[in-house]
């Protein structure tokens, strides 16, 4: 059994495992959640009680959820061959910071953003979101740019998951329009970078459902209601 990822559209966060499955060339299955509908399903909600994405599907049946998490687990399948770090190393640690940040402060500070895009806009509040989205994201991408002064990827001179988990809130800028090309130099040449790898090619195509060519160890896409014999007990 291959582990199952269940990522959400559209825009989900779950886009930076997907990448880091196809960078990981191990096999793996996706299963869909459309995060306005499914997501609220009790289905859904035996695999995350959250009802969040991303969750991963692992093979003894146990999920798990949190993107942080997530993204150490596919890691740790990669520590032979250098993808993933020893618990304890000055790398391992130097990642987690990474995806800390991303997480806690970079992550969060599209959230005033996506809850004014759930609200009615008649209402003055969405735009009073809007106006604290664009400040919190700008002291945000503010932080990135000066990490990344003298770096080609968020650890250095190497790419790691992080810039995986990057490249799929980084999205988030043009999808709100609180970002402009050009703002931050140093931001926009690692999302381009991240652009052009063929992983990332692969998870914009699999959300977008079109024709999807993977250079991992993509086994196809599987339905909710099939995943759930496998839960453990």
Not at 93 to 112: E, H, K, M, S, V
Not at 163 to 177: E, N, P, S, T, V
Not at 182 to 193: C, F
Request: charged share 20%; with cysteine.
């Amino acid at each position: 059994m291959e582990p199952v990822l269940l990522y959400g559209i559209p825009q989900g966060c779950s886009f930076g495992s997907i990448v880091a499955l196809e960078w990981l060339g191990q096999p793996y299955r996706l299963c869909r959640i459309d995060m306005l509908r499914d997501m609220q399903s009790h289905l859904y909600a035996r695999f995350h009680p959250d009802r969040k994405t991303p969750a991963l599907l692992l093979e003894d049946g146990t999920v798990l959820t949190e993107s942080a998490a997530t993204l150490q687990n596919i890691a740790a399948r990669g520590i032979p061959k250098g993808f993933g770090f020893a618990q304890g190393t000055r790398e391992f640690d130097r990642l987690n910071q990474r995806i800390a940040f991303l997480t806690t402060t970079y992550f969060a500070a599209f959230g005033p953003l996506w809850h004014a895009y759930k609200m009615d806009q008649n209402s003055p509040v969405p735009g009073v979101l809007r106006e604290v989205g664009r400040e919190t994201v700008a002291k945000a991408n503010e932080q990135l740019e000066s990490m990344l002064a003298n770096s080609e990827w968020l650890m250095g001179s190497r790419k790691s998951l992080a810039d995986a988990y990057f490249i799929g809130l980084a999205r988030w800028g043009k999808y709100h329009r609180v970002v402009e090309p050009g703002q931050y130099p140093n931001v926009d040449r690692l999302i381009h970078r991240l652009e052009a790898d063929p992983a990332v090619v692969f998870a914009h195509a699999i959300e977008d459902e079109r024709s999807a060519a993977s250079s991992g160890g993509f086994r196809g896409h599987i339905a909710l209601e099939e995943l759930s014999h496998r839960l453990a007990a």
